[in-house]
């Protein structure tokens, strides 16, 4: 069954960096999209960031563009998201996801990030 | 503010059926036939309910169904039960610079 697991969260001051990672198994994942996902304390989800299956098409959202980078590495079926120059809005569980045809279907458990001095 | 708009909360009690609207535009849920749902139990992952609009995945119980109307997409559940409660949040695929929006989330209450 597929499974997506996410590590790497934690507590990082104010402009500090993080670098999370997700272990994808179950599926073929040089063969899938995949994005990461984030949802701040009792608020709603919010897209981050998306890249394609062989890493040649990448999108992130404004709110973290320039200081954010998503990568994969397909022959260790890994998903990472490397977090720089974070601030307090950037507190929130994220979500490894994997990415069907036009629709994210499966989620991990997520892992939380707190930004906090 | 989110791209999406959905109700922020609906609520029905046990063996009611109840909808959950979900708006947009023409770039997303009113361009594209790529309007997912997903249910969110407090502390657990989203889990995928409906894709492509009205489309259920294996697992998800015939209770739920999607469809859409112009720019506004909808979630039905019928014959509610108490396992029903929980978050419910819609995402299209969009032709803006992302590829992905969500709405606000809505919280079912089941009385």
């Known amino acids: 069954q597929v499974q997506l697991v996410e590590s790497g969260g934690g507590l990082v001051k104010p402009g500090g960096s993080l670098r999370l990672s997700c272990a994808a198994s179950g599926f073929t994942f040089s063969d899938y999209y995949m994005s990461w996902i984030r949802q701040a304390p009792g608020k709603g989800l919010e897209w981050v960031s998306y890249i394609s299956s062989s890493g040649s098409t990448i999108y992130y959202a404004d709110s973290v563009k320039g200081r954010f980078t998503i990568s994969r590495d397909n022959a260790k079926n890994s998903l990472y998201l490397q977090m720089n120059s974070l601030r307090a809005e950037d507190t929130a569980v994220y979500y490894c996801?994997?990415?069907?045809?036009?629709?994210?279907?499966?989620w991990g458990q997520g892992t939380l990030v707190t930004v906090s001095s | 503010q989110s791209a999406l708009t959905q109700p922020a909360s609906v609520s029905g009690s046990p063996g009611q059926s109840i909808t959950i609207s979900c708006t947009g535009t023409?770039?997303?849920?009113?361009?594209?036939?790529?309007v997912s749902w997903y249910q969110q139990h407090p502390g657990k992952a989203p889990k995928l309910m409906i894709y492509?609009?009205?489309n259920r995945p294996s697992g998800v119980s015939n209770r739920f169904s999607g469809s859409k109307s112009g720019n506004t997409a909808s979630l039905t559940i019928s014959g509610l039960q108490a396992e029903d409660e929980a978050d419910y949040y819609c995402s299209s695929y969009t032709s803006s610079s992302t590829p992905r929006v969500f709405g606000g989330g809505t919280k079912l209450t089941v009385l």
């Open positions: 996801a994997r990415d069907g045809t036009a629709t994210t279907d499966y």
């Open positions: 492509e609009v009205s």
């Open positions: 023409s770039s997303d849920v009113g361009g594209y036939n790529y």
